[in-house]
């Protein structure tokens, strides 16, 4: 049996939703993956059709879209459950069903998490999170968990057919804006350095991937975006 099944649900407000693969979702299973828990990566997003393994906890990301399909799952599985991501940041009240809300970023709690739910102590419903200070400490993407993580679809954008093999990427996080339209819920940023964006940048290239395309609420407000951009260049992709 698993300590941990994450699971990748369909987005309804995507024409593909295979378009996507939710970076919290890889970036966690890295995280649990490293710490020495069995774990695995269920991908629902092209639809719900096939069983869950059984697994003493269950994870879900959820965008607001999402958030349907991860109570309908929760309610029919006999492990804990675990929710985090924006949805679960913004509307913690509307996920009482889950026996964890993750409010913020989960790779600096999902440990604790874990220990408690396998050990069988009690936590409080609503947590929330240390925001992670260092992101270089945080491990790359567990791209290799997953069958196909990468989009043929993602460099062109949506509707507009298929191109090369892409991934997104995230350089920072946060946003020093406070735009009524925007869901972060973090008003300052932190960034990671160029080398480890570069080195993530090289392992996704021996992993076939040449395009990139970066989530960052602002990309260009990175301090280095200048050396950025020319480390980039270096490497020779599109």
Known sequence: ????????????????????FSLGILYIAAVVKNAGYRTEIIDYRGGIDKRLPEASVYGFSCTTPEITAAKDLALKVKGKTVVGGAHASLCPEDCEIFDSVVVGEGEEVI??????????????????APRVRDLDSVPYPAW??????FSEELF??????KGAKAMTVLASRGCPYDCNFCGNIYR??????????????????RRGVYYFRFEDDNFTLHPQFDQLCCEIKRLHVR
Not at 111 to 128: A, S
Not at 191 to 202: D, K, S
């Open 111 to 128: 440990i604790e998490i874990m220990e408690n739910f396998l050990d069988g102590t009690n936590m409080p419903q609503i947590i929330h």
């Open 144 to 149: 290799d968990m997953v069958e196909s993580p």
């Open 188 to 205: 300052t940023v932190r960034y990671r350095t160029v080398p480890n964006i570069i080195g993530e940048l090289e392992e996704l290239k």
């Open 156 to 161: 062109p954008g949506e509707r507009y057919g």
């Open 1 to 20: 049996m698993l300590d941990l099944a994450l699971i990748a649900l369909p987005n309804l407000a995507l024409s593909n939703p295979r378009m996507y």
